[in-house]
């Protein structure tokens, strides 16, 4: 009997047969190129955020053989929550090379390798927009998720979750994730390895296997509940998943909504908390809309006012923080959720952590009270030892009337208002003797609360400028030719429409206004919903393709507003002055 690369010739009379090789069950792991990729982007949306940051990591039998790191312009300003959770801010990406100039190098380096991510879906999400954008074919490399493997090979007794920094400690990771790219493809290049081992234990010995091991089946339940995607629009809008009683299960948005819903029954939605929720769905309602931003702002209102018991994001918008000046004799700061009245000095809304943080930066500035106690300008109350260290007017023993009380009180209406320079330069003098004096842990802390105060401040009075401003009308290109007309009032988006392709927009933008709702006029956000609308379109009016084509009033920030430092505070409190010089 001969044989030749793994063939058996048939013994003469009987019957043919075939010796399969190694090949034919694909490529030994050992041999196979790895690249782990990771990316920071300005937010989670890959249609609407762009890409700041790629770091990637080549290795091949357990080995690195190169790495790929470079920050990248998103061409949008990056959200101060985002820059908090990264350390990218504007002023890191400003000089960087755009996502066409970085694509073709990353590509390159990536060529042949199979794309490794923790929750793949989203990395790759964005490089294949990122092709769309620049007219660049995607390769479509084989794709190994992480954290699809961590589900079938670690159990909840020895990790509480999948997440990135959970399974590097799991697996001896001797870098840290800290939500920058290059770092945290090093860390998943350790998860990626402890994984193939265990993986190896259910015989997955080559990337054909270890691509099967991944394919998770579709549940029954899944299978069952597949035809509610049926003749849903392909086209914007928003879905909402309703049960038996008709009652909102949970609300999406879509620029292809029959995309979107039919991905929840595939072996890619491995989410249980969405699974269970299909277990009670038994209808897709849609909600048709003009465009991406109108969707957007629908599924915001749709959210904030049903509650649906699977949504997360947006669901309670009167959960959030208000900093305001308390009414009395002697007021003081406090955190509310009760939105401030119109016309009186606020901040926010934000979080209740970023609100006490943005107090905490004022009160270091300002010897404004800050304990509960109701004083009255009749009697003398107890002495606390902020009084005591003169950290307070001390308005409890009548230190101060009144009257001057009242105009520290204007200075600190002035910080949530008007420019906050004075509390900056205030907690920068103490950041920098901090630092000086080698108190690192008690710098980081007031150049955090600093930090808080003028992002806040800045997003406050952003969206203040923007509801003041009246009536806004303005266009985006959209996909395929036409322009995305939205009209806004005040801050609420109140009609859109898609122009048709090659046809003078300028007839449908005149109907359009015609046509729009009506919006009581407004000089600041009403509440914690108005403000993220405002939000919501004030982040689409600052993408590149966006044009304004009307507006009527005035939509300016002054110049000596808290706009101009937002993401001043650097990283490093000793270099506070030199940073205060830049102002």
């Not at 084989?142 to 399974?167: F, H, I, M």
């Not at 039919?262 to 038994?282: I, P, V």
């Amino acid at each position: 009997m001969q044989s030749s690369g793994g063939s058996a010739g048939p013994p003469e009379g009987g019957p043919g047969f075939s010796q399969p090789t190694l090949d034919s069950f694909g490529t030994p792991l050992r041999e196979v190129v790895f690249c782990v990729v990771d990316l920071e982007t300005t937010g989670l949306a890959a249609d609407a955020c762009g890409i700041t940051e790629i770091g990637a990591v080549k290795v091949k039998g357990g080995e690195v053989v190169g790495e790929f790191s470079t920050l990248v312009n998103p061409g949008e300003p990056i959200d101060p929550r985002v820059t908090r959770l990264t350390g990218i801010t504007d002023e890191m990406v400003a000089d960087a090379p755009g996502i066409e100039t970085v694509l073709p190098m990353f590509l390159e380096f990536a060529h042949g390798a199979t794309l490794v991510a923790h929750n793949a879906g989203f990395d790759v999400g964005f490089l294949r927009h990122a092709c769309e954008l620049t007219d660049t074919r995607w390769p479509r490399p084989p794709v190994v998720d992480t954290v699809v493997l961590a589900r079938r090979l670690t159990e909840k007794s020895e990790v509480p979750n999948r997440r990135l920094g959970t399974l590097a400690r799991l697996f001896g990771s001797p870098v840290t994730p800290n939500h920058r790219a290059l770092d945290d493809a090093r860390a998943t290049v350790t998860v990626l390895h402890g994984l193939i081992e265990r993986a190896s234990g259910h015989g997955v010995v080559t990337d054909a296997e270890l691509g099967e091991f991944c394919r998770a089946i579709p549940s029954e339940l899944q299978n069952r509940k597949r035809h509610l995607a049926d003749g849903l629009p392909q086209g914007p809008g928003v879905y909402i998943f309703r049960d038996a009683d008709d009652r909102a299960l949970y609300i999406g948005v879509s620029v292809n909504v029959a995309a979107r819903v039919r991905s929840y029954f595939s072996a890619a939605e491995q989410r249980r908390r969405l699974r269970d929720m299909l277990a009670s769905a038994e209808r897709v309602e849609v909600i048709e809309c003009a465009h991406r931003l109108e969707a957007g702002v629908a599924e915001l209102r749709l959210i904030a006012g049903g509650k649906p018991p699977y949504n997360r994001a947006a669901k309670f918008p009167e959960h959030r923080s208000w900093v305001r000046l308390t009414e009395e004799p002697y007021p003081r700061l406090q955190v509310s959720r009760k939105p401030p009245a119109p016309g009186t000095p606020r901040l926010g809304p934000a979080s209740g952590t970023q609100a006490q943080a943005a107090i905490s930066a004022i009160e270091a500035a300002l010897p404004i009270r800050s304990c509960r106690t109701r004083l009255s300008p009749k009697r003398m109350s107890p002495t606390c030892v902020l009084g005591e260290i003169g950290r307070c007017a001390e308005p409890c023993r009548h230190t101060v009337g009144v009257e001057e009380y009242g105009a520290l009180v204007e200075r600190a209406a002035r910080a949530m208002d008007g420019d906050p320079s004075p509390i900056a330069e205030a907690v920068g003098e103490r950041l920098a003797e901090l630092a000086a004096s080698e108190r690192f842990e008690a710098a980081a802390e007031r150049r955090d609360e600093l930090g808080a105060y003028l992002a806040l401040a800045a997003s406050s009075q952003r969206v203040r400028n923007f509801v003041a401003a009246g009536e806004l009308v303005a266009a985006g290109r959209a996909k395929g030719g036409g322009w995305e007309v939205s009209v806004i009032r005040h801050g609420v988006l109140a009609g859109a429409v898609r122009t048709p392709p090659r046809a003078d927009p300028m007839p449908y933008i005149a109907k359009l206004r015609a046509t729009a709702r009506s919006v009581d006029p407004a000089d600041d956000v009403l509440d914690a919903a108005h403000a993220a609308e405002a939000r919501l379109l004030l982040d689409w009016l600052a993408r590149p393709e966006v044009r304004l084509v009307l507006v009527e009033g005035t939509w300016a920030s002054p110049l000596d507003g808290a706009e101009r430092m937002a993401g001043a505070v650097p990283h490093d409190p000793s270099s506070w002055r030199r940073e205060q010089s830049a102002w």
